[in-house]
């Protein structure tokens, strides 16, 4: 079958890319693009690790062929990060220990941020909701939640 | 049909280091001209944060900032060896390498600085924050910086130094078993508390409160993160988690996450813990290690729990629905 | 070290790795890629026990990107042991299947092809040749006279210097069992559980130009995952090069030496990079496992509860190789009558093989079990006796200068302290006998 181009906004920026058909967003990243953040933990859609955002929402690279994103606006772990620095959300997550072996932290970053810019202040009921696709085996999920919950605080200035 | 709750406990020991000893790791350290300090080791950080107690360890032998301090691992071509990351030996075995490298450059460095300084090394200390004085006189004072330019183009000194922990090989009598197994043990006691719903069979695990003795915590926020990543391993290995559903039958084995039955932030319990600390007689700083320890405790724990709830005493892991469910209903007849 | 004040350790510094970690910058081995690089991926077997009498490879070759396959006929020393490195033997697990398939998923053949979906048609396009032997799943039944024998030296079970299990005696358990009151008896039995990482064991084996190979590997044990890969290739030891430490989660699954072997002789052969990745499959169903455990215990306890005769009885599952499972049960005897002072203890720990993906380290290796057998057990002996659960810790914890079972001398002991603070915790009152006890008091046993 023969490859296509397909048109995207990637990070902020028009791209274009060639890919076979049905190649998945995230070996697109991944294989193609240098883009390695969004990770490839299961490619079944069971652990998140793959996860980017789409229109803003959190979505599995790993099952998602490039097709779908035509026109669409896709952002990675790269496109939130500053060139110096960090942004709050990774701010909290580094300063509170919300991170071991770092596997799930790109996937669970992304989420986070799709939700407060959704919910700037989300409930503890609603932040574990939202957190329930990414899989963690290191740190119990707890300190994820609290930062989650720290990072709506220091996006809203209210931080204690 | 009811939620009945329950209280159970269990208390574990914990080994340090490879089963038997004869595992050592060996580290090398040196200064760089402008007094940072490079630690080099063949060792692995599985995400427990090796390489941040590590340099932790190395920066408080050496008398030096934690910021002045490098870990560079893990290569063979320059890196001693490390028997691995396993067996929660890391700290214990690396961390006492390290000090040993660190009191040899360490004692290099005192030598430059005494030069430097005209007094003896024995008249020295260090204020961890890079500076060396002599004691008693802050004023007579010198930066590591500045020791490690004169070690390097004054006096041809080079302040580095290697060292080495191993805990020698224990035969083991195959009779009577007699052996050597272990450096030191680490403790911890943890109290259950479970909702078991008697419909469903299923396990709701409200809090696992415990104590850790630990010996000495490097870094409490990353003994911490084994607290709490622990426990929660523990309770999935109680109440979840199995490659083989029909034990000892191989059928319907999973292959992913959706058939591998692993709890999630939802089933979170309240995790509260206090540790303890009575330092080890060989470990560095007094460490025994915490890695594996926190997934041990919770298991029988929640067991009894169980029990204490429902008067079920599941023996056979894990505790899933079915199970409590079939040793209800044989209770009842 | 004499340093009073301790500066440095002892505080909660942020991680070294952490902004890696939170900018997605910290590089796995998943995320290396080499230009030329091959994929590799294995063709298993679909049941437990066989006799592999052939391969065909024909229909594979055709898939566009095909490079090369590879049998045990390509492995220099295809039969190892990873204990090997501390003196345990004899040699018994493949690379690559010789003749007898033990377990369902074990590596038969390795397909390196130029995409990892070449690779991937590749293998399903192997066609196998399979006489299906029964297997054999149930420690008990794997050790009795009429199982299926798993190993060349004729037995189901791991020889412990001419000793049929790891065994541990101290004092007179018969007499122990007369002299007491009660007689409590359980039977405990772990399933076999999977590390689950989110990330899966992975390595890249690349070719330098002054002909040594570069293995980039997240293996928890640097030097002995080269190690056994050197003398599986039969080649100097220095002729290899691994380089790691980034491990995105271990906790044992990662000691084992399934992928650097085979990847590096790929990439020998074809002197091009070659990446072999586990999938979420393979990490569930081929990589080692935590082997199960069936532990049976026979106590005889006092009616003041103390126990003075410990009996155990248990069966590690092995699954069908070694890996590190004769040495777990060493640990595993060390520990599984458990951190109280008992003065009449018999242990026979067995490692059992059947026709399973193999048990290996997990975190808490041969310990986890025996914890959660012998502290249950402990709750059944409490009700027996009329105990709380409590209570009957206290009576039997050990102290410093207690004899462990096999006979070393307690010391750093200090369950009673974690007992007494998490009571404490949980506003449990303790009588006051309890609440003295010290790890460090002699007393009158």
Known sequence: MASKIISFTLNGRLTEVLVKPLTTLGTLLREQLDLTAAKSGCKQGGCGSCTVLLNGQPVLSCLLPVEEVEGQQVITLEGITPTDGLNPIQEVFYENFAIQCGYCSPGMILVTKALLDKNPHPSREQIIDSLTGNYCRCTGYEPIIQAVEKAAQRLNGHEG | MAKKRGLGIAAVNYPTGMNLGGDPSQALIHATTTGSFVITLASTDLGQGLKTVIAQIGAETLGVPFENVMIDTADSDTGPHCMGTFASRATHRVGNAVIQAAEEARKVMMEVAADELEASPDDLETDGQGNINVKGSPDRSINVIDVALAAHFKYGKTISGRGMFMKPKSDVDPETGKMDPDSTEAHACTVAEVEVDTETGEVKVLSLKSAYEVGQQVNPALVEGQIRGGSYMGMAHALYETTHPYYPQVEHMPTSFSEYVLPGPMELPEIDSVVLEYPSANGPYGVKGVGEMTANSPIPAIINAIYDAVGVRITDLPATPEKILRALEELES | MTESKLNVVGQSVLRRDGLGHVTGKTVYIDDIKFRDMLYLKMVRSPVPHARLKGIDFSEAEKVPGFVRAFTHEDVPKNIYTI??????????????????????????????????????????????????????????????????????????????????????????????????????????????????????????AKPEADGRITVYTNTQAIYFTLDNTALILQVPFQKLHFVGGTVGGGFGGKVDVLLEPIASLAAIKTGRPVKFKFTREEEMRCSSSRGAWRMYFKDGVTKDGRIIARKITTYADAGAYNRHTPYAVTKHAANIAGPYRIPNVWIDGYCVYTNRQPGSAMRGFGVTPASFALEVQMDKIAETVGLDPWSVRFINAYRDGDMKPHQKVVEDATLIEVMQAAAKMVGHELPEEYQKMSSQALEEG
Not at chain 3, 140 to 155: M, N, S
Request: with cysteine.
């Open chain 3, 83 to 204: 204990l090997c490195l501390i003196g345990v033997g004899p040699d018994e697990e493949p690379v690559l299947v010789e003749d007898e398939i033990r377990y369902k998923g074990e590596q038969i053949a390795a397909i390196v092809a130029e995409t990892e979906e070449a690779a991937m048609e590749a293998v399903s396009r192997v066609k196998l040749d399979l006489e299906e032997l029964p297997a054999v799943l149930d420690v008990e039944e794997a050790i009795k006279p009429d199982a299926p024998v798993l190993k060349h030296w004729g037995t189901n079970y791991f020889i412990y210097e001419d000793y049929h299990c790891r065994r541990v005696r101290l004092g007179d358990v018969e007499k122990g069992f007369a002299e007491a009151d009660f007689i409590v008896e359980g039977r405990y039995q772990t399933s076999p559980i999977e590390h689950a990482p989110a990330e899966t064991t992975a390595c890249v």
